[in-house]
């Protein structure tokens, strides 16, 4: 069974800048979340995919979007980068949308530093 | 607005000894309480869940502890091995909010 995965393991940008994150699933999840780490905090969700619909966000302005293929597979972009985008990106995929199974399992993570 | 709120930083223990983190919440409508366990360069990794309808549940060394009218949970972990130095982060969920993470405790279990 394949753990979540994550594309680029790093990346640097400049300011005003687009970057795409990607991210796959674990083999059988359907939800997929986006969260954001700053250094010293904990991950911040940004928005969570169910079934290829956003199924809950948080609270980030539009200009971080996302999508969820019929694979599950995910992407997060990020435009206008600004310099206090620079984090770890953290997807995490659970397999069910459903309270009970609230385990999700983390991707080790995007590092995109914003200059 | 922190709503999960992990106030030590940083934690040290003798191997062998408890380990005990601890974390606070504000909202009263959390129904589901996690701890994931973060190292290095690795993404954070499931440890134990406790629903609000329980106030204790123990999965071998971890034990977590809530007390919902005081809004705090607690996480054991008994007995403390080097291989349990890690970032901890608690955690909190409701049908309304999705997770919200605590900003994590280092724990150093010396040998």
């Known amino acids: 069974e394949t753990g979540v995965t994550q594309s680029p393991t790093h990346l640097i940008k400049t300011r005003g800048q687009q970057v795409t994150l990607r991210c796959s699933s674990q083999?059988?999840?359907?939800?997929v979340s986006w969260y954001q780490q700053a250094l010293g905090q904990g991950p911040q969700f940004i928005f969570q995919y169910y079934r290829e619909e956003e199924n809950g966000r948080g609270n980030f302005p539009p200009r971080f979007s996302g999508l969820q293929f019929p694979n599950y597979s995910s992407e997060l972009n990020v435009n206008a980068l600004e310099l206090d985008d620079s984090a770890l990106y953290l997807c995490?995929?659970?397999?069910?949308?459903?309270?009970?199974?609230?385990?999700?399992?983390f991707g080790p993570g995007t590092r995109l530093l914003v200059l | 607005d922190q709503q999960v709120k992990q106030n030590s930083p940083s934690l040290s223990v003798q191997e062998g000894r408890i380990s005990i983190l601890n974390c606070d919440y504000t909202n009263s409508m959390f129904d589901y309480f996690l701890w994931y366990k973060k190292y290095p360069a690795e993404g954070p990794t499931f440890l134990i869940s406790i629903s609000s309808i329980k106030d204790k549940n123990e999965d071998g060394r971890f034990t977590v502890f809530l007390n919902k009218s005081a809004k705090h949970l607690s996480l054991h972990i008994v007995p403390s091995q080097p291989g349990d130095s890690a970032v901890y982060f608690c955690?909190?969920?409701?049908?309304?909010?999705?997770?919200?993470f605590g900003a994590g405790t280092r724990l150093f279990v010396k040998a």
């Open positions: 995490a995929s659970s397999p069910e949308w459903d309270r009970e199974q609230e385990t999700q399992y």
């Open positions: 955690a909190a969920s409701s049908s309304s909010f999705k997770t919200i």
């Open positions: 083999s059988g999840h359907n939800t």
